[in-house]
């Protein structure tokens, strides 16, 4: 595709509920990123893919969060029991290749625990 | 322990003016840093990026410079627009199996007519 894309918008949720966050990287992209970006912060980092190989995990906050890339494509970030202090924007990038560093992010989904 | 700091926290320029923002970073095996623009409801879009074997580098309007010694970098926006208008962020990348990008806290520019 012409870039990264995630599903969906805008996320409420209540909170002890689950929650699965989608990001398509750009098509080829090996590489793939998730960030959260709390209100007027910059983005966190929390882990990384290389394909389907979880080389990079330790950004996630807790064991309620989980990450998945299974065909080397879509991932999915799935956060269980979901707090109030998860609320934040969860941003997705991908890269091309060996370039780890130019990443290039998609729109973010905007989660808000009630 | 804040990686990258980077200041002013906002900034107010006139149209036409020039926009400067700054960092610095503590880590020196950081080796690549980009800078980001970010509009409201939108993830962060790359802009311009250095190397720290370069001090300067320009883009158009945009250009980084780059002090090593100090280990400090800095954005400017030559003949700033309204459209200018949005959240900035450095960040910097450490290779040698480093992943992720640190970024600062950003700074959010308002250009005035």
């Known amino acids: 595709g012409a870039g990264v894309s995630q599903s969906p918008r805008y996320k409420v949720a209540k909170r002890g509920q689950d929650v699965a966050l989608r990001c398509d990287p750009i098509s080829g992209h090996v590489s793939l990123f998730w960030y959260q970006q709390a209100l007027g912060q910059g983005p966190e980092f929390l882990t990384y893919?290389?394909?389907?190989?979880?080389?990079?995990k330790s950004g996630l906050p807790s064991d309620r969060f989980f990450a998945e890339r299974p065909e080397g494509s879509v991932s999915t970030l799935k956060i269980q029991r979901t707090q109030q202090e998860d609320s934040a924007v969860y941003l997705c990038a991908s890269s091309q290749g060996g370039n780890k560093e130019t990443q290039y992010f998609g729109p973010g989904t905007r989660l808000l625990v009630l | 322990q804040q990686q990258v700091k980077q200041s002013p926290q906002s900034l107010i320029v006139q149209k036409g003016g020039i926009s400067i923002i700054n960092c610095a970073y503590e880590?020196?095996?950081?080796?690549?840093f980009p800078w980001y623009q970010q509009f409201p409801g939108k993830g962060p879009a790359l802009l311009i990026a250095i190397r720290p074997d370069v001090s300067e580098k320009k883009e158009g309007r945009f250009t980084i410079s780059f002090n090593k010694s100090a280990k400090q970098f800095s954005l400017h926006i030559m003949d700033s627009q309204p459209g200018d208008s949005a959240t900035y962020f450095c960040a910097a990348f450490r290779g040698a199996g480093s992943y992720q990008l640190t970024f600062g806290k950003g700074t959010k520019l308002s250009v005035i007519p």
């Open positions: 893919f290389q394909n389907e190989a979880q080389l990079d």
């Open positions: 880590n020196t095996a950081f080796d690549y």
